[in-house]
């Protein structure tokens, strides 16, 4: 069966963009920015990018361009004891889109919401309370479903799903070519009328001012290369299914360069945006800008909808805000579930639509759980343990055993020869030394505070089964596919 592949250069890059540049980008990068030293995070930030961001994004472009194959196809092509190192990286994917899905859901909602503000002035207790409507529950007793919740999670898979079904060119392609300009065009409109609001250059001023004590901190380093590797969608299988269906010749150092810096540059506007607007609730409340800033899913379904009640023409500005936010979302969601459609296709020798229609079914069914009274508690904590535990240990174990058991000089010579400029020595240094010793540092860290103090406050009985049970689980069932099926070197010998 003939591979699928981009209709053209743009496409795909536009396509991994779209994935790389998610949720995240617009609510978690300005708040790790803020937390770790402003301007003086950007120093470690640039250098995270160029010492393991670039040369990441290059290693698994070449894999996938090379390999011809989905992640578990890929590894096992390396050597067949390696393919289970694939299939992780593909549960990985698989778990992330079924609670990803959700935070689409919610932004799909406040997206009607933000016509007529109907979030009220208190924005906080409408979120956690009305909207998401958490009782006393804990992640392993969720209460009942929210349909409010689950009919736009319903209407964000059916968007995935079409664009999985179509194939890559018509599908996912077409997408990526309509969704990632409105991003930008729509982030651009909002800081155009954002940073003209009082307060705003306040908090920009904040963003930006450099703390440059906090450089000597390698908390800072540590939150800079973590922010790397978890922007750019690397390690989890997306990058090596999407380079598969690159053409023969492919200028892979360009395509990697151009990714990241994209990604990165999009960081960083949208932590303009976010902080001018802070700035100017600062102001209109009176408050210090310590007191409005908030982390993660408080930030984007509670400060931006009060900050939203503030600004002049709140019903343009509003629907514009979780637009892009819904199109961000969406974008990297696709690119989740391809990476996992696209393994089943190598594996089964499935249809596409076949194994679109298995997946994004079985994906709907088990989403429904963050649909629940207890789903952002459930959310919270099995996020965690797959950011911080297994997407960080499969990104150290791939850079392992692509630097040290085969030979990392072989991936710069495949690169060079099909590319327009030549990447050096610098790449090898990267991948062998820093990148791998920055990985262990964090995920070490992560592992002890984790095991010495939990995680949330959330029963050992929770821990246990979602978080440490959930990634053993995904482990041990990688390695039984493993070795249950033969070596694909075995089977062309």
């Known amino acids: 069966m003939k591979r699928e592949q981009w209709g053209s250069r743009a496409g795909f890059i536009l396509a991994a963009v779209g994935s790389a540049i998610g949720l995240g980008n617009i609510w978690r990068f300005p708040y790790m920015a803020y937390e770790n030293g402003g301007g003086a995070f950007f120093i470690p930030y640039l250098f995270a990018m160029i010492s393991a961001g670039i040369p990441f994004m290059i290693m698994e472009f070449s894999l996938g361009h090379k390999l011809r194959g989905a992640a578990p196809r890929a590894f096992a092509k390396m050597g067949g004891k390696l393919e289970w190192l694939g299939w992780f990286q593909v549960f990985i994917a698989a778990i992330i889109a079924v609670y990803y899905v959700a935070i689409i859901g919610w932004a799909i909602s406040y997206l009607g919401y933000s016509f007529g503000q109907s979030w009220g002035s208190d924005t906080n207790a409408f979120f956690f309370s009305e909207y998401l409507q958490l009782g006393e529950n804990s992640p392993s007793s969720l209460g009942s479903l929210q349909l409010h919740i689950a009919i736009p999670m319903a209407l964000a898979w059916g968007i995935t799903f079409a664009a999985i079904y179509t194939g890559v060119k018509g599908g996912i392609e077409r997408a990526s070519k309509i969704m990632m300009p409105l991003l930008f065009l729509m982030v651009i409109a909002l800081i155009g009328r954002v940073v003209f609001l009082p307060g705003a250059m306040d908090g920009l001023n904040y963003l930006f001012q450099p703390d440059f004590s906090k450089i000597l901190d390698a908390k800072v380093w540590s939150a800079a290369y973590g922010q790397i590797f978890f922007t750019l969608s690397v390690g989890f299988a997306i990058m090596i299914a999407y380079s598969s269906y690159l053409p023969e010749k492919s200028d ?170 030549s990447i050096g020595k610098w790449f090898e240094v990267c991948i062998r030394f820093l990148s791998p010793a920055m990985l262990a540092v964090i995920l070490a860290t992560n592992l002890i505070n984790t095991f010495k103090e939990g995680y949330g406050g959330y029963a050992m009985s929770d821990l246990l089964m979602l978080g440490w049970g959930l990634v053993a689980a995904m482990f041990v069932v990688a390695v039984i596919i493993n070795l249950s099926s033969k070596s694909i070197s075995q089977q062309e010998a």
């Open 252 to 421: 892979i150092n360009n395509n990697a360069f151009m990714t990241v810096l994209i990604n990165c540059g999009f960081s960083i506007t949208a932590g303009v945006l976010i902080f001018g607007v802070l700035g100017y609730m600062a102001q209109e409340q009176a408050k210090p800008l310590t007191d409005v800033v908030s982390a993660g899913v408080g930030l984007a379904f509670v400060t931006i909808p009060a900050a939203i009640n503030l600004l002049p023409l709140p019903f343009i500005l509003g629907p514009l805000f979780f637009l892009a936010l819904v199109v961000a979302g969406l974008s990297s969601h696709i690119s989740i579930i391809e990476a996992v459609t696209s393994a089943i296709i190598d594996k089964l020798n499935w249809s596409r639509k076949k194994a679109a229609s298995v997946v994004c079914g079985t994906g709907f069914v088990v989403s429904l759980a963050f649909a629940t009274n207890g789903g952002l508690l459930l959310l919270d904590l099995v996020d965690y343990f797959i950011n911080n535990v297994a997407l960080l240990s499969s990104c150290l174990i791939e850079l392992v055993v692509i630097a040290w058991l085969f030979k990392i000089s072989d991936v710069r010579d495949y690169v060079n020869n099909i590319s327009e400029f």
